[in-house]
C-alpha cells in the first residue's frame, strides 16, 4: 500500500510550472495592476484609454487581461497614453528624483522651532519641488 500523502491535480499541474513562467505572470499582473490603478486614480475607463491610444476599447481590455505579452513598445505607448509612469526602472527612478526634487535648508520660524522638529521625528530639510 502507498502511504504517500495524495496530491491534487492542481498541485500536481503546479508544481510542472517553470519558475520562469511564474514570474512572469507575477509580473505581469503587477503592471496590469498599475495600470488599473493609475486608470482609478484619473477616472478613467478602458474606453478612454482605448481613445487615447488610438485603439478599439476591446484591443486594450485585451492587453489588460493579465494574460497578454505586454511587449516594452505597447508598455511605452500606454505610459504615453495614460501621461503617468507605469515601470521604472531604479536607474530611471534616480534620475527622475534627482530632476523633480532638490533639497532645501529649511529655515525654523518662532513658533515651530527646529527642536520641535526633531522631537516630532521631521527632518531640518524640506524636499521642494
Known amino acids: 500500500m502507498n502511504n504517500k500523502p495524495k ?3 492542481f498541485e500536481r499541474l503546479k508544481a510542472k510550472v517553470k519558475p520562469h513562467d511564474r514570474e512572469f ?4 499582473l503587477d503592471i496590469v495592476d498599475q495600470i488599473y490603478d ?3 486614480s484619473k477616472d478613467w475607463s478602458q474606453k478612454v484609454l482605448a481613445d487615447k491610444m488610438g485603439k478599439r476599447e476591446s484591443e486594450v481590455s ?3 487581461s ?3 505579452n ?3 513598445l505597447t508598455l511605452a505607448k500606454i505610459q504615453v497614453a495614460l501621461g503617468d509612469t507605469i515601470i521604472c526602472t531604479p536607474k530611471r527612478y534616480k534620475t527622475i ?3 523633480q526634487t532638490s533639497i532645501i535648508p529649511e529655515i525654523p520660524s ?3 522651532t527646529a527642536s520641535k522638529k526633531v522631537e516630532m521625528g521631521e527632518s531640518n530639510y524640506a524636499m521642494a519641488a
Open 7 to 9: 496530491t491534487s491535480a
Open 110 to 112: 518662532s513658533t515651530y
Open 25 to 28: 505572470a507575477s509580473i505581469t
Open 97 to 99: 528624483t534627482a530632476a
Open 70 to 72: 505586454l511587449s516594452i
Open 66 to 68: 493579465g494574460i497578454h
Open 38 to 40: 493609475i486608470l482609478e
Open 62 to 64: 485585451r492587453l489588460l
